[in-house]
C-alpha cells in the first residue's frame, strides 16, 4: 500500500512538472522578449527554437537546463527552512530536466538516448508526433512539453486563452516576439 501511494505520488508530480514548465513556456512564447534582463540564457533559446527547431538539439545538457536548475536550487534551498520534503525536491529535479524531453521532440531518433526512446515508445514521456503539433499550431497550444496527458485537457478547457483574457483586463497584452523574428 506504501509502495502505490509512492508511485501515484510520483506520477502525479511528474504531471505537475509537466503543468508548471508548461506554464513557463505559455510565459515565454506569449511574453517574452528577446535578450531580456532576466532568464535571457533560458527564454532566448525558447523563442529561437520556433525559427529553427534543430536549435536546441545542438545545446549541451547544461545550456538547456541550467536556467531552471538555478531557479530550482534557490527553492530547494527555501524548502530547506521547512523540513525535508521529498516530493517537492523530486518535483524540482523534474522541472530541471523538463527540457531534455523537448529536447527529444526534436532530435534525430538516432541522437535519443536509449532510455528516451523507450519512454517515448511507451509513451511516458512526451512523444514527437504530439510535440509537433505546438510547432505545427503557430507555436499556440500545447506548451506542455514532458507529457502528452495535460495538453488536451488545457486545449479543450481554454485554459491558455482564458489566461491572456484575463491579463489583457489588467492591460498585459501577449507580445509573441518570434513572430517578428526572421523566418
Ligand atoms: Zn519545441
Ligand atoms: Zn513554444
Redesign the pocket.
Known sequence: MIMLNIFLKVILIFLSADFLTGVY??T??TYGVLNSKFFKNSVDP??L??VDPLFITTQSYWQINGGMYVFSFLIFCVSLFFGIQWELWLLLLFCSNGNSIHKWSHAKYENIPKIGRILQKLSLIQTKAHHAK??MNS?KGN?C?MTNYLNPILSTIKFWELIILSLKTIGLKPVEV?KQLPK
Do not use: P, Q
Open positions: 513556456h505559455f515565454v512564447d525558447l523563442l527554437h520556433h505546438h510547432h507555436f506548451y512539453v518570434y
